[in-house]
């Protein structure tokens, strides 16, 4: 059975190339349970590869062809192996946190086939001190960032001693079991096409109230105040054409630290997070000799309401929209760059707010269009970036978790950088740490990692300037 690709997944399966893969990764780090013996890891493995049953979301391939007029649908794979998904793997010696993430770059370099199921999963031994981490990789067309944290809390369990909890791509028990199929021999276009009709018909009731957002957008974004379209960006290093080659960096800090420099400021932990981006930003082109006079500016996907835009669950699909946040980059003083973030994000959800979230997903993708179309029409360094970087912040889990008797101690992201945006910064909350994973472009983002303890610093000097 097929079924259409939502435009917003088939944005992120076109837009895809050898030099931007369109997948979000994610790190997981566990602690072993008491009296884990040596081949604890492969039995972790084995419980992820041995399932029962897959589900849905992890059995389909994006197929198109004459059948379906050239569309994109979704098809399930008749030829499913699940060791091409699942694999173990282990660190060379020292087996420091360096070469996991050496390893993590590299994994998250490599595109995913279209012919098969768009994720693969790697169960990682040989860390020193003795964790197990899991990395992880789905195609953006599948899932956004917020759906990958509800799959992942899905299988996790708030009792250490819990022990039959599935792997994130199994059928949950109790599920309503799916009708099994022949191959769609005697699929029809027109039963393709209605569906995509209907959808159209959908979305062009809810923007019939575009045109007034549209006039709104423009006229904050010429005054050069914040919306969801950009015309003030610098061109800045980020801002160039990458490979496919990917460098990730990671690190957490207390969300205590954060939430009491936002309580001493009269700001939100999101907007200490941009700042924190942007002091370590400002630090790290300073050393290179190339921030811009002007500031920059971050696009900040902003997830909508699941019950208003029907897309984000944890049965998968996107429901983001974005705001083009100046991060105060061209200001010397920490105290200053955070009050003029977060004037800048209230302004722009401020903007959004009078939008419907399909009117949100229409106005984000038109504000993030120049990033595609520059590139393909080859005026690379003519026109100005729409945005200089993008910086996401997905919440997770508050308490601490397990998965059958193993802590999860750490979750890092892993994200997609862009032809013109080669650093991507994304976050997620988890048992009390904010856990920050930064996602580059190898060759356009030299020394990704000394971006950590630009960090860190920039975390330091806000805790001064707030007194806190």
């Given amino acids: 059975m097929v079924n259409p690709i939502d435009p917003t997944a088939t944005g992120f399966l076109l837009a895809e190339n050898r030099n931007m893969p369109m997948h979000v990764g994610g790190l997981q780090l566990f602690e ?48 499913f192996d699940i060791e091409h998904h699942v694999r173990h793997s282990a660190l060379p010696k020292p087996g420091r946190v360096r070469e996991l993430f050496e390893l993590c770059s590299r994994l998250h ?12 999963a790697t169960i990682i031994e040989g860390l020193r001190d003795g964790r197990v981490a899991m990395y992880t990789k789905t195609h953006h067309a599948l899932v956004d960032g917020v759906s990958a944290m509800r799959l992942l809390a899905s299988v996790l369990s708030t009792d250490p001693d819990e022990r039959d909890m599935p792997a994130p791509w199994a059928k949950r028990p109790g599920a309503p079991r799916p009708v099994q199929h022949d191959p769609p021999a005697d699929v029809s276009l027109a039963d393709v096409s209605a569906q995509t009709v209907r959808t159209a ?10 045109p007034g957002a549209l006039v709104r957008t423009l006229n904050r974004s010429v005054r050069n105040e914040t919306s969801a379209l950009s015309l003030y960006a610098p061109r800045t290093i980020l801002n160039q054409n990458i490979t496919g080659s990917r460098r990730f960096a990671a690190q957490d800090w207390p ?3 954060l939430r009491a420099v936002g309580r001493a400021s009269g700001t939100t932990i999101n907007d200490v997070v941009l700042a924190m981006v942007s002091g370590a930003i400002r630090a790290y082109l300073l050393e290179l000799d190339a921030l811009p006079e002007t500031t920059l500016v971050s696009m900040v996907p902003v997830g909508l309401k699941a019950k208003e835009s029907h897309l984000a669950s944890s049965d998968g699909g996107n429901a983001v929209g974005s705001v083009m946040v100046q991060l105060g980059t061209h200001l010397s003083d920490p ?13 722009g959800k401020q903007g959004l707010s009078a939008m419907t979230p399909t009117q949100v997903l229409a106005m984000s993708a038109l504000g993030q269009a120049p990033a595609i179309l520059a590139p393909v029409l080859r005026m690379q360094g003519i026109v100005r970036p729409p945005y200089n970087l993008i910086v996401s912040n997905v919440p997770g889990p508050r308490t601490t978790h ?24 994304t976050c997620t909350s988890y048992d009390g ?4 994973g930064l996602t580059g472009c190898r060759r356009t983002v030299p020394r990704l990692q000394l971006m950590l303890g630009h960090l860190d610093a920039e975390l330091t000097a806000l805790e001064r300037a707030a007194g806190v």
């Avoid at 370099?109 to 693969?120: C, D, N, V």
């Avoid at 059958?404 to 997609?416: D, K, M």
């Fill in 255 to 257: 969300i205590e630290r």
């Fill in 335 to 347: 105290a200053d760059r955070l009050a003029a973030i977060h004037r800048s994000m209230s302004d």
């Fill in 433 to 436: 740490k904010m856990c920050f």
């Fill in 32 to 79: 072993k349970p008491e009296g884990a013996g040596r081949g604890y890891v492969r039995e972790m493995y084995e419980q992820m590869r041995d399932v029962e049953e897959i589900a849905p979301l992890f059995l389909q391939h994006p197929h198109r062809s004459l059948r379906t007029a050239g569309q994109l649908v979704w098809q399930p794979d008749e030829q």
């Fill in 201 to 210: 018909l959908a979305i062009a009731s809810e923007a019939a109230g575009m």
């Fill in 109 to 120: 370099s490599t595109r995913l086939a279209w012919e098969r199921p768009l994720w693969e």
């Fill in 402 to 425: 397990y998965w059958n008797g193993a802590r999860l101690v750490g979750t890092y992201p892993l994200s997609i950088p862009i032809n013109g945006m080669a650093l991507n910064i």
